[in-house]
Nanobody
Framework: QVQLVESGGGSVQAGGSLRLSCPVS????????MGWFRQGPGKGREGVAA???????NYADSVKGRFTISKDNTKNTLYLQMNSLKPEDTAMYYC????????????????????WGQGTQVTVSS
């Protein structure tokens, strides 16, 4: 059974930083893509960043230069380092995983992901 459990969310002031973690268990595919998504109040789910098994990364334009996605294969853990946070980054953040390979243009599309965590809340105050 695949499990993803996000942690690291919290409340910070604008300009601050947070690091989200998502350990993954039961996921043993050699080709995969993992991503971070967020859903703000009254908004749809948005792809934030993705990384595949070859360490190729994708970022939403709104977070480029501020957020960094990474993974530690020895710990089976996905990370999202978030710097220079803005109030508009306030959202529930979810990690997700899919097995197989997918084109770069689809990596920030939520419908291609098979497995999801329960989310961690990030609140940024001005």
């Amino acid at each position: 059974q695949v499990q993803l459990v996000e942690s690291g969310g919290g409340s910070v002031q604008a300009g601050g930083s947070l690091r989200l973690s998502c350990p993954v268990s039961g996921f043993t595919y050699s080709s995969y893509c993992m991503g971070w998504f967020r859903q703000g109040p009254g908004k749809g789910r948005e792809g934030v960043a993705a990384i595949d098994s070859d360490d190729n990364t994708n970022y939403a334009d709104s977070v480029k230069g501020r957020f960094t996605i990474s993974k530690d294969n020895t710990k089976n853990t996905l990370y999202l380092q978030m710097n220079s946070l803005k109030p508009e980054d306030t959202a529930m953040y979810y990690c997700a995983a899919m097995w197989g390979r997918i084109g770069s243009r689809y990596r920030l599309e939520s419908q291609v992901y098979n497995y999801w965590g329960q989310g961690t809340q990030v609140t940024v105050s001005s």
